[in-house]
């Protein structure tokens, strides 16, 4: 290859890197949902009834689950600040933090 090609080959692979979007992302599995804090965004959260729960993974990103209390006669309100509580059996649940 001669040195003139080698400089229009560089200048062809930055001119297409611009080009290329730079988006990183990175995934979690439901097993780090556990211990996280999160906000009950809609409705009210009783046992046989869920909630959309918003949290906070590691990476900054935003995640919306349904969950139900872990005490059966729990009732916890949209706008509620919650530990979200990731069991054995995969199921996901909440318990209110601000009282």
Do not use: C, K, N, W
Not at 6 to 25: K, N, Q, W
């Amino acid at each position: 290859m001669s040195v003139p090609a080698l400089f229009a080959a560089r200048r062809l692979a930055r001119g297409i890197g611009r080009l290329v979007p730079r988006i990183e992302t990175s995934a979690i599995s439901e097993r780090s949902y556990g211990r996280r804090a999160g906000v009950v965004t809609t409705g009210v959260s009783r046992r046989g009834y869920p909630a959309e729960v918003r949290f906070t993974d590691g990476h900054g990103t935003q995640h919306y689950v349904l969950a139900e209390p872990l005490d059966a006669g729990d009732e916890i309100p949209a706008g509620a600040e919650v530990a979200v509580i990731r069991l054995r059996t995969g199921e996901i649940r909440i318990v209110r933090t601000d009282g």
